[in-house]
């Protein structure tokens, strides 16, 4: 049995490590980049606080994504649902007349006009054209309604002619068109899309 000194252990023994570090770095060079230094370390901080600036404008995103979700929802219920243009304009009209005859005027003709398609989304616009006369205060009344009205309704053209003489309860010869949105079903969808 060789009997080895104390002092030739810990020549051996170091020699061991450093041989066996030397190996890992000729065959592992990247070995000695266990730990980052402190400058990758700063760059990981930085992406990591930018990754973190990021989640929270994408958390931020999906919370508008879903308000504008609910309040198109909203909007949808105030369009017209109807299988045809021709049957939305019927319930515009009733909306229509009964908002004027609240309002004590009688609609002397009505047109429905042809749809028209919305450009790039998928709602038809559906215009009627009225013709009535009435006060100045009963045509005030009527637009406010009709604008403010629960299902969408929007005065697009208007046309007024006032007679010269009539002092405060003259009459004013009114031509209105009033468009309505209904939301098309597959088979009517301008655009091919349901």
């Known amino acids: 049995m060789v ?23 000729r065959f592992f060079p990247n070995f000695g980049r266990i ?11 930085d992406e990591l ?14 919370g508008r994504t879903r308000h504008l979700e609910e309040a198109l929802k909203k909007r949808h219920s105030n369009l017209f649902r109807a299988d045809t243009p021709s049957l939305a304009a019927v319930e515009m009209q009733k909306i229509i007349e009964a ?8 609609i002397s003709s009505t047109q429905v006009l042809n749809e028209q398609p919305v450009k790039d989304k998928p709602y038809i616009k559906v215009p009627i054209r009225l013709t009535f006369s009435a006060k100045i205060d009963q045509l005030k009344n009527i637009l406010y309604e009709i604008e403010s009205a629960p299902a969408y309704l929007k005065v697009v053209d208007a046309e007024f002619r006032s007679p010269r003489r009539g002092g405060a309860n003259r009459r004013i ?9 209904l939301k098309p079903t597959a088979d009517q969808n301008p655009d091919g899309q349901g």
């Open 173 to 181: 010869s009114v031509h209105l068109t009033v468009a309505g949105l």
């Open 49 to 62: 606080a930018g990754y973190r600036h990021q989640l929270k404008k994408l958390e931020s995103l999906k």
């Open 3 to 25: 009997h080895i000194d104390q002092r030739k252990k810990y020549i051996l023994a170091i020699g061991a490590v450093l041989l066996i570090l030397a190996l890992l770095y």
């Open 99 to 106: 908002i004027v005859s609240q309002n004590d005027v009688e």
């Open 35 to 45: 730990y980052p230094s402190e400058g990758e370390i700063a760059a990981l901080a």
